[in-house]
């Protein structure tokens, strides 16, 4: 390792953990351990500037090809913003920030510092490429522009999220209101937007508002496929008398890993417990099925809970294909 990549180990990573900077504090043991550190930040900081690029090109082309010029609407910051342009001359690059400020100062309370420099570096983005690359106006079918308009703005806040920010603020104040006064995120949400499109009805007609409502529930489910992936996993937990035949079925049938709990069985009139196993295992949506059969084949009356799972990360079941 050279001596200038040792130098910007010692000011960032390891200067993070002791307040001296001096080279020989340092063992090699621990400018190893930096310099893997500083790879995978490197790495992850990449692959969150190409995932943030993607969402605001994705945005900027939903807007500016599908709903500006056909005068629909989003819900959230968005929405807002698309409304008063809609409303006034003042361009929307420049209300996309200043709609989004509020909510950038929020977040950096709410969330945290990293997150808001990134969202407000997201945001400033959007509103570069809006204000200097022109796309052309794809179609002027009412259905199409609220469906794909939708499509490629969910999209843009689905790659933004998945990059470490947003360019809709409207979350962080749910996740602060919520907070504050005990109610769930989504009831915050859905006022929110009642909200926005009873002003569209009110302004711009109730069938702009209806078709923006279509727009709404495309961007929603796009970004709700963006951020949490294509397949769908579920977490799957198994009380059972014959759990080592079970754990063995897991790994040699089904191609999966398991982990295996110490627990005690409480059931009984009399409140009887003995020691048992409880397996645990990640499966694909589609094995659920498989995975079922396989356990009604040892133990037809098994005790089986099953769990919806966002997202895996490490272990084998991305690793290794459906069986």
Known sequence: MNAFLKKIIARTILRQKERTTALQRYSSFAFAKAYRELRIVLKRTVKDIILISIGIFSAAFGFKGFLLTNRFIDGGATGISLLISVLTPIPLHWL?????????????????????????????????????????????????????????????????????????????????????????????????????????????????????????????????????????????????????????????????????YSGKSGYGKRGETRDTEIIYTVITRLELSKLTTEIEKIEPNAFVVMNPVKDTKGGMIKRRPLH
Do not use: C
């Not at 711009?204 to 489910?221: D, H, P, Q, R």
């Open 96 to 260: 996309i920030i200043a709609v989004n400020i509020p909510f950038v100062v929020l977040a950096y309370f709410v969330v945290g510092k990293q997150f808001a420099i990134k969202t407000a570096l997201a945001i400033t983005g959007l509103s570069l490429v809006l204000a200097t690359i022109s796309f052309p106006n794809v179609t002027n079918d009412n259905l199409l522009v609220a469906i794909f308009g939708g499509f490629f703005l969910g999209g843009g806040i689905g790659f933004a999220i998945r990059g470490g920010a947003v360019i809709d603020g409207t979350e962080v104040l749910a996740i602060y209101l919520s907070r504050k006064f005990g109610t769930t995120i989504g009831d915050i949400i859905i006022a929110i937007n009642v909200f926005i499109f009873g002003a569209a009805a009110h302004f711009l007609g109730v069938e702009i508002a209806l078709y923006s409502m279509i727009t709404y529930l495309a961007a929603s489910k796009t970004l709700d496929f963006i951020v949490e992936g294509i397949e769908e996993y579920i977490g799957v937990t198994i009380v059972s008398s014959h759990s080592e035949e079970i754990r063995q079925m897991i790994i040699q049938v089904m191609g999966r890993g398991v982990t295996v």
